[in-house]
């Protein structure tokens, strides 16, 4: 009997019904990629793996007001505020689509040849980022060069 293409399993794994990476509550991509280099764009999307229930983008320079900070500080000692001037923006600083799996945000305008350092957080004050199953989210962090 051939077993090519199946996977190991341990039997602890092959016993469950689903594994510890599904259940996680997490950023599934981000634009632009981390590390990215040469960046032009306004706007700055976070596509999750679970349904967002709870959500919120605050646009003031202080990072404890959001749970989408943007930041040259990779400290976060200062955030870098939201602007509501992108195209398809609706006059808000962000929107969300993809059935509710991808938040997108409007930047201010960037400077050039410069780090920004992305991270999303599970709270803020007043605002809590949330799943539709009440999973906990786990952190994120990423960073972007301009050109």
Known sequence: ??????????????????????????VESVDPADGATNISTQTISFTFNKTLSSYGAGSSNDCNDQLFYLSTDSNFGS????NSSCSGFSGAHYKVTN?????????????????????????????????????????????????
């Not at 009997?1 to 997490?26: H, P, R």
């Not at 955030?79 to 939201?82: L, Q, R, S, T």
Request: proline share 0%; net charge negative.
């Open 79 to 82: 955030c870098v505020g939201w």
């Open 1 to 26: 009997m051939k077993d090519e293409g199946l996977d190991e399993k341990s039997i602890s794994e092959a016993g469950s019904s689903s594994s510890n990476t599904s259940s996680e509550f997490k």
């Open 99 to 147: 059935n509710f799996k991808t938040i997108s945000l409007c930047t201010t305008s960037l400077n050039s040849s410069t780090t920004y350092y992305l991270k999303v957080v599970s709270s803020s004050s007043g605002t809590t980022l949330s799943s539709s199953d009440g999973t906990n989210f786990t952190e994120f962090t990423s960073n972007f060069t301009t050109q």
